[in-house]
């Protein structure tokens, strides 16, 4: 055999070679880094089936009761909400014809058991009996469903719309999230419609998604910020603040104070006061201060989360746009999880947890598959300053603008924030936002009534200790 024939031979096995590696080479690549895309593409209808072949798991609250659950057989399960109106905006809906919403949707992997390998998941129910790999991850939230309840309850007998959260400082954990107005989730397919003919944000959360002007609630950022600054606390008010000759700030109901301090300033909610401190401490102090709050900074959660908000680099920021954001106006805008998270940092000696609504995540057979623990989100201030900010926000409950707070033997600490939106109008967001017992903090809490003509002393403050008092004295946390 000559040299020609031997390259000939050479050649051939070479392709045949290729021909043989190359679908290997194409099948991993795809498997690796192409499977995923296809699987979650629209037109793939197999994703569609999977999922109808597979029971969704069951949704349970912190004390192990039962919020949502399939029922059925096999590629005709049916979703059941056992409290399909307050969990409205948590768990949201799985619905055939109108699809998902809320965690139903966030969370969707696990509940049809898409999170993890099929291949080593089929092994695995070969191996252990108690696992089925046609029945999805099981998802227990940190929400207690009583004080679920109790919230929706309350902020709907005060109003049509509106947002609460309540919070454990320590841990992050949501403890209840409400969102006015709110639907059915049982009966979301019937009611769609209707929902959306009224057209009134019942599918809107604005606990997460909502931005509202924080008015006189982010003074909390801007104490903080005095406090950091080192600048003096001394202050002679004349009912009115003049920056640059320019625009004037004034007190509510246009009150002069004289010779005041922090504390008094504080308790007393003093436009005037937070406006000269902020442009003399200067954007320098009070926009890392804000971004330590995570102002500017998203935020990752279970639900679709909106960054909160506040423009100070933009062009033609000036001492006048600046006196205006200590007062909690300017472009600041926030969500109602936000300005519980701020309360919730001054409850926890100044340390921001990160906010969670999943407790823990299982498989069908039982074993652990997610577990969320308390995780440090921001260290905003010193011990020494969040302890100072919370004896002055006692006081605000106690001798100032927030005694509608106010709870019979617990000790309150709060601060009220009225948010113009119309000066011709007349209308306000009204905040309230505080935790309790103050001396050791159990929960954190946020209401927010848009849109109203009341001051958040009237309209949020009220509801707020309302709801302060029934967890204080009803919910049991068990130590992290």
């Not at 009115?240 to 509510?252: L, P, Q, S, T």
């Amino acid at each position: 055999m000559n040299s020609k024939d031997n390259k000939r031979i050479l050649f051939l096995l070479v392709f045949l070679m290729f021909l043989l590696v190359a679908p290997i080479i194409y099948l991993t690549y795809f498997t690796v880094f192409k499977a995923d895309d296809i699987v979650k593409h629209p037109a793939n209808r197999r994703s569609e089936l999977r999922e109808n072949s597979v029971k969704r798991g069951t949704f349970y609250d912190r004390n192990h009761e039962v919020l949502a659950y399939s029922n059925g057989e096999r590629y005709n399960y049916h979703r059941i909400y056992n409290q399909p109106i307050i969990y409205s905006h948590i768990i949201g809906y799985s619905d055939k014809i109108v699809d998902k919403y809320g965690l139903e949707k966030e969370l969707n992997d696990y509940l049809v058991g898409k999170e993890g390998s099929n291949i080593l998941k089929t092994f695995k129910s070969i191996i252990n009996k108690n696992y089925d790999p046609y029945t999805g991850d099981d998802i227990t939230l940190t929400t207690d469903t009583e004080l679920q309840e109790k919230t929706r309850s309350v902020l709907s007998a005060n109003s049509d719309r509106g947002s609460v959260v309540i919070m454990n400082p320590k841990t992050g954990e949501v403890l209840s999230m409400v969102s006015l107005p709110d639907f059915n989730s049982q009966n979301i397919a019937q009611d769609m419609q209707k929902i959306n003919e009224a057209n009134n944000g019942a599918l809107f959360n604005s606990a997460t998604k909502g931005k509202f002007a924080p008015g006189s609630v982010y003074k909390i950022v801007t104490t903080t910020a005095i406090l950091e600054s080192g600048i003096s606390q001394k202050y002679t008010d004349e009912g009115v603040e003049k920056i640059d000759n320019g625009r004037e700030f004034k007190n509510a109901e246009n009150k002069s104070y004289g010779r005041v301090d922090l504390r008094k300033a504080f308790t007393n909610s003093l436009n005037t006061y937070f406006a000269r401190k902020s442009v003399d401490m200067g954007i320098d102090i009070m926009g890392p201060v804000s971004e330590k709050y995570m102002i500017n900074k998203k935020v990752n959660f279970e639900l679709p989360l909106e960054t909160s908000t506040w423009t100070y680099k933009r062009n033609r920021f000036d001492r006048t746009a600046l006196a205006a954001g200590g007062i909690g106006h300017d472009t600041i805008l926030v969500t109602p999880l936000e300005m519980c998270m701020i309360a919730s940092t001054i409850a926890n000696d100044g340390v921001m947890m990160q906010p969670h609504l999943v407790k823990k995540i299982d498989s069908s057979d039982g074993k652990n598959v997610v577990r969320n623990t308390p995780t440090v989100l921001s260290e905003v201030t010193s011990k020494e300053n969040a302890d100072l900010i919370t004896r002055y926000m006692v006081n605000v409950v106690n001798n100032g603008t927030g005694t509608e707070a106010y709870v019979s033997g617990i000790k309150v600490a709060g601060k009220t924030g009225t948010a113009q939106l119309d000066l011709k109008e007349g209308t306000n967001n009204a905040w309230f936002v505080g935790f309790a017992p103050a001396d050791d903090p159990k929960v954190a809490i946020s209401v927010v009534i848009p849109n109203v003509k009341d001051y958040g002393s009237q309209a949020a403050a009220p509801i707020a200790g309302e709801l302060l008092k029934y967890a204080v004295k009803n919910l049991q946390l068990e130590e992290e």
